[in-house]
């Protein structure tokens, strides 16, 4: 199983932007199908972005379509979700989770899970 660690996570003013990244230890990082998630308090965790292997596939929530890209760049075993145009709903803490199988499958299942990173977003 690869091992996750998020990072970029702060507190932003509204219409601002981040960049969050997800770094992989192990040596099958480009094997892996990779999503970002979120979940914010007194909610259930939510599908954010999901990613192929080869970063050409992606797949986005319809909350964050047209705001936030995901990439991955395989040679630093390191995923990005790019975060602009945020809004206070946006407020969370995001994870990054491997897929159990090379498929872009928002159900799942997702195997491996970073600690998570927290965005608070400002009105």
């Known amino acids: 199983q690869v091992q996750l660690v998020e990072s970029g996570g702060g507190l932003v003013q509204a219409g601002g932007s981040l960049r969050l990244s997800c770094t992989a230890s192990?040596?099958?990082?480009?094997?892996?199908?990779l999503g970002w998630f979120r979940q914010a308090p007194g909610k259930e965790r939510e599908f954010v972005s999901g990613?192929?292997?080869?970063?050409?596939?992606?797949y986005y929530a319809d909350s964050v379509k047209g705001r936030f890209t995901i990439s991955r760049d395989n040679a630093k075993n390191t995923v990005y979700l790019q975060m602009n145009s945020l809004k206070p709903e946006d407020t969370a803490v995001y994870y990054c989770?491997?897929?159990?199988?090379?498929?872009?499958?928002?159900?799942?299942?997702?195997?491996?899970w970073g600690p998570g990173t927290q965005v608070t977003v400002s009105s």
């Open positions: 989770a491997s897929h159990v199988y090379a498929i872009l499958q928002v159900s799942g299942p997702w195997g491996s």
């Open positions: 990613i192929g292997t080869s970063g050409i596939n992606t």
């Open positions: 192990g040596h099958t990082f480009s094997s892996y199908v």
